[in-house]
């Protein structure tokens, strides 16, 4: 991580408070929105011009007391703390194993034993490494169901499937930045940043304004055009096999009107995709590209 890029995190959080925010009294009119410097630095128990030497660049390896005293004047959460940490080299930057690329056979057969929900596993780049049946059907809108944060923000299905897509857009975004604090050298999850960055002005947007939050559990409201909307909640579990994996399930209240959309979504997914015995295709076509190909292959995720 290079110390502008500290600089820049620290601008942002400082740019959300307001003096009556931090108990602060404010005097004269602001250029800029959000608080001052000087005003971090008494908050902070620092050197004004110290702290102005962070922001720009300037000091690149703040105490971890210092640490903890701008943690506490910007308000930060666990994760932008863990964030700001990582940031100024407090954490071992690039130092632990490169995140695995593809999910294990054994994860693969776990994600089949949850035959009534959806479940599957991506990398930090958010790349979907794998899904069952229930959470194929339930991205079938996408063109390509392989990285959640291209298809929140390139594919047009994403505005209708995510009820409130902002803020779908707004948490893909946030994980992403943690991810980058956590695995700064992946060349995957770099390349990702980059192509959103070049195709997206929301990502963009987004990026700048430092949020940081990891996946753990929320609220999702989708609209399927199969079965129509969706309440669910998904639950984030690290997979301790395959640092930088995590495995999402998504659940409905029992007993609830998605509950038996979900339902109905499983029947679409154990839909056979071969033929009625007996039929054959016309002179000349190719029989149907699911009907030769096991499940997991027709249901492995491309990149793009």
Request: glycine share 6%; net charge neutral; hydrophobic share 40%.
């Amino acid at each position: 991580m290079t110390s502008s890029e500290l600089g820049s995190f620290l601008r942002a959080h400082r740019a959300r408070l307001h003096p009556d925010d931090v108990s602060l009294v404010s005097y004269g009119r602001r250029r800029v929105a959000g608080l001052r410097r000087e005003e971090v630095a008494v908050l902070a128990g620092m050197n004004a011009d110290y702290y102005a030497r962070l922001e720009q660049g300037r000091e690149r390896r703040p105490s971890p007391q210092i640490l903890d005293s701008l943690c506490r004047a910007l308000h930060l959460d666990d994760d932008a703390r863990d964030h700001l940490y990582q940031l100024a080299g407090s954490v071992p930057d690039g130092g632990g194993p490169q995140p695995h690329e593809s999910a294990s056979p054994a994860l693969r057969q776990l994600l089949d034993a949850f035959p009534d929900t959806p479940a599957f596993v991506i990398d930090p780049a958010m790349d979907l490494l794998a899904a069952n049946p229930l959470a194929d059907e339930l991205f079938s809108p996408f063109q390509r169901a392989d990285n959640l944060a291209r298809m929140t923000f390139r594919d047009p299905a994403a505005r209708q499937f995510f009820v409130h897509w902002h803020r779908a857009a707004e948490a893909t975004v946030a994980a992403l930045r943690q991810a980058t604090g956590l695995t700064p050298h992946y060349p995957r999850l770099r390349a990702v940043v980059a192509d959103l960055t070049a195709t997206s002005e929301e990502f963009i947007s987004l990026w700048r304004a430092q949020t940081v939050h990891g996946k753990t559990h929320s609220a999702k409201e989708l609209l399927h055009p199969e079965v129509g909307p969706l309440s669910l909640t998904y639950q984030s579990f690290d997979v301790r096999g395959a640092p930088g994996q995590q495995l999402l399930i998504y659940h409905a209240e029992p007993g609830s009107p998605s509950a038996d959309a979900l339902t109905l979504l499983g029947t679409l997914a154990a839909t056979p995709l071969t033929p009625p015995p007996g039929h054959k295709p016309p002179a000349g076509q190719p029989a149907p590209s699911g009907s030769s190909a096991p499940p997991s292959d027709r249901r492995a995720p491309r990149r793009g």
